[in-house]
């Protein structure tokens, strides 16, 4: 079993930054890959960001591309995601996922074994 809590949301200015956390626990964590989601009001949920512990590999959907960058620390168990030059159409909940087959691309809700709970983030234009 994993657990996720995510931190680090806000109420921001369009071209701010944040730095979203999210801390893992459960003996399973560091076989994980991590990835970072988010849901706006009346959309599905939507795939930002992967991160494999193995080799570091990275990838993001391409509407964050250039302006956000996931990271992970093992020694404290968190991944990160710096979120800079937000905009308005970032607003969403962020959730923190672990997905326990650790290659490839994968983008799908459903793929994920483990979800947190979710922290806001609010772009004001």
């Known amino acids: 079993q994993v657990q996720l809590v995510e931190s680090g949301g806000g109420l921001v200015q369009a071209g701010d930054s944040l730095r979203l956390s999210c801390a893992a626990s459960g003996r399973t964590f560091s076989r994980c890959a991590m990835g970072w989601f988010r849901q706006a009001p009346g959309k599905e949920r939507e795939f930002v960001a992967r991160?494999?512990?193995?080799?570091?590999?990275?990838y993001y959907a391409d509407s964050v591309k250039g302006r956000f960058t996931i990271s992970g620390d093992n020694a404290k168990n968190t991944v990160y995601l710096q979120m800079n030059s937000l905009k308005p159409e970032d607003t969403a909940v962020y959730y923190c996922?672990?997905?326990?087959?650790?290659?490839?691309?994968?983008?799908?809700?459903?793929?994920?074994?483990?979800w947190g709970q979710g922290t806001q983030v609010t772009v004001s234009s």
């Open positions: 996922a672990a997905d326990r087959v650790t290659v490839g691309l994968r983008v799908g809700v459903q793929s994920y074994d483990y």
């Open positions: 991160i494999s512990w193995s080799g570091g590999n990275t």
